[in-house]
Nanobody, 129 residues
Framework: QVQLVESGGGLVQDGDSLTLSCAAS????????MGWFRQAPGKDREFVAA???????YYADSVKGRFTISRDNAKNTVSLQMNSLKSDDTAIYYC???????????????????????WGQGTQVTVSS
């Protein structure tokens, strides 16, 4: 059974950096798309970033240029480096994994929550202005 465990959240100030990590159990980690989503208070959960099997990176416009997603298939981990954090980034951040996918994904695919079958419990990121 695949499980995802996020870590690295916390309280930071406006302009600070933070790195989130997600450790995955189970097999065939390298054959899945790994994504990060977030849910701010009173808002729906939204797409943040994803990385497909080929290593192609995908970002929401709101984080492009500030956040960087990466994966280490040897360690079954995916990370989200977040720079220049703003109060609008305050949210619970979730790591998610798809089933085995094609080698190349698309933005429409990775941004859809419906394609992800496994979710972590979330980690809180709070940015104080």
């Amino acid at each position: 059974q695949v499980q995802l465990v996020e870590s690295g959240g916390g309280l930071v100030q406006d302009g600070d950096s933070l790195t989130l990590s997600c450790a995955a159990s189970g097999r065939r980690f390298s054959e899945a798309v790994m994504g990060w989503f977030r849910q701010a208070p009173g808002k729906d959960r939204e797409f943040v970033a994803a990385i497909d099997r080929s290593g192609q990176l995908y970002y929401a416009d709101s984080v492009k240029g500030r956040f960087t997603i990466s994966r280490d298939n040897a360690k079954n981990t995916v990370s989200l480096q977040m720079n220049s954090l703003k109060s609008d980034d305050t949210a619970i951040y979730y790591c998610a994994r798809t089933p085995r996918t094609a080698y190349y994904a698309t933005m429409d695919y990775v941004a859809s929550q419906k394609v992800y079958e496994t979710w972590g419990q979330g980690t809180q990121v709070t940015v104080s202005s």
